[in-house]
C-alpha cells in the first residue's frame, strides 16, 4: 500500500476545494498524536510496566479494525455528518439511534478536546513553581482552547496550514525525542522483562483498550469530505496512512521511555512524564525539546478536533437533533458549533479529572465505533466491504469495549457511575430532541 505524502499544486485544485492529501493527514494526525499518548503512557506503565508498547500496538490494531468501517462507509456516503449520518442513512427508520449516536460522539470529541487541552497545559507550566496547581492548569487549558477556536473562525485555509506546520513539526520532534531517549537507555528490555513482576495477558489487553482514545481522530478525516479533492481516494490514504504513522511514533515513544526514564518517574508525573524523565537524562536542552513536541502534539489534536467535531456537530443540528443555531455557518464555517463545542470542552476541564476524561473518551469511541462496523455489515453489499474483515472488527471492538468496562467495575466504580451519569443526560437531551423531531414530522404529515 502506497501512502502518497506529495503536495498537489494548489493551481490543479478544484474550486473551493482547499484540503489535500498532507492537509488531511495532518487533521488525522493531529487528532491522534495529541494528549492521548502522553496521559496514557503513565496509566499503562503503571498498569504493565515494560508491556506497555506491546498494548499500545494492539490499541493500534484495535484503530485500524474500527477505521475499516469508517473508510467504507466514508467513501460511500460522502457526508461530512460523518458517524451521524452514516447510522441516520443506514438505519432510517430510527431517529432516536440516529440522535443518540450524534449526541454520544459529539461529547466524546468534546472529552478529547478537554484531554488534549489539559495536557497542553500540564507541559506548559511544567517547568514553573506552580506546576502543580491545578487551577492554574486549568485556565491555561481554558486559553489554549481559546486560541484554536478564534483560528478555526476566521479561516478553514488558514487552519490547514497551520495543522500542516504543527502536525509535521511535532512528528520530527518526536521521533528525535525517541531516539535519544533510546540512545541514553539506562536499562535494557530483558532487564525489564526480568523484573516485571506478573504481568497478566488481561492487564495488557485491558490497556490496550483504553489507549484506543490516543488513536481517536482519523474519523476527523470524513468531517472535512466538503472541503477534500477526490474523497474516494483521499479519505483511505489519509486515514490509513494517519494511522500507521500514529502507531509507529508510539511504539517509539513508549520504548524510548520505558528504557530511559524510571518507572516510578513516570507514574508520578503522569501529565508531563516525558519532561520530567528528560530533564534528569538528557538535562535542560532535553526538556525543553520534549515541552515543545508535547505543546505541537496537543495543540494540532485541538485544532483539529474543532476542526472536524464543529462540522458533524452543525450536521446533526441541520437535522434538528440539536439547537438549530448550531447549524449556522459563515463562509461555510459553523462558528457556533465551534464556539459551542469550545465552551463545553473547558466546563469539562473544569469539573473532571484526566483519567476520568480518558476513559470516558475511550469508552465512547469504541462503542461508536461498533456501531458504526455493525452498520457497514448491513449494507456491505453496497460499501464493497468483506463480512469477514468486518465481523473481525465488530468482535475486536465488542470486546475492547467489554475490558474497559470489567476494569471499571473491579477498579473505579465510583469513575463508572460518573461516566454512566453522563451517557443518561445525553441520552435524555437525545430522547428530548428525537421526540420533538417526530412530532414536527408528524404535524408535517397532517398539514
Partial sequence: MKFPFRHTPSVHRTRNKNLGVP???????????????????????????????????????????????????????KDEGATYAFYKKTFPQTPFAASLIGWWVIFGYISTLALYAYTFASYAISGFAFADDVWIRKLVAGGIIGVFTIINILSVKGMGRIEDLMVYTKLVILVVISFVLINHSQTTLPTLLENNGDTTILNILIVASLTFVAYEGFQLVINAVNEMEQPEKNIPRAIYAAIFLAILIYLVISLGAILAIPFNDIIENKEYALASGADKILGHWGTELVIIGALLATSSAISGTVFGASRQMAAIADDHYLPAFLSTRSRRIPTY????????????????SLQVILEFGSVTFLIV??????????????????????????????????????????????????????????????????????RKNRLGMLS
Avoid: C, D
Avoid at 499503562?44 to 462507509?73: F, N, R
Avoid at 458549533?337 to 473532571?352: E, K, N, R, Y
Avoid at 460518573?418 to 437531551?429: K, N, P
Fill in 23 to 77: 492537509e488531511l493527514i495532518a487533521i488525522a494526525l493531529g487528532g491522534m498524536v495529541g494528549g492521548g499518548i502522553f496521559t496514557v503512557l503513565g496509566i499503562s506503565v503503571s498498569m504493565i510496566g515494560v508491556y506497555t508498547p506491546l498494548a499500545i500496538g494492539l490499541g493500534g490494531i484495535v484503530a485500524a479494525m474500527a477505521a475499516y468501517s469508517y473508510i467504507k462507509l466514508g467513501v460511500y456516503y
Fill in 337 to 352: 458549533a465551534i464556539l459551542t463545542m469550545s465552551s463545553l470542552a473547558f466546563v469539562l476541564v473544569l469539573s473532571g
Fill in 369 to 438: 465505533s461498533l456501531l458504526m462496523a455493525y452498520a457497514n455489515f448491513k449494507i456491505r453489499h453496497k460499501t464493497n466491504s468483506s463480512a469477514i474483515i468486518t465481523l473481525i472488527s465488530l468482535f475486536g471492538l465488542a470486546s475492547a469495549t467489554f475490558l474497559i468496562f470489567y476494569y471499571e467495575i473491579s477498579k473505579h466504580p465510583e469513575q463508572l457511575f460518573f461516566i454512566l451519569s453522563i451517557y443518561v443526560l445525553l441520552t435524555a437531551g437525545a430522547w428530548l430532541y428525537a421526540r420533538n423531531q417526530r
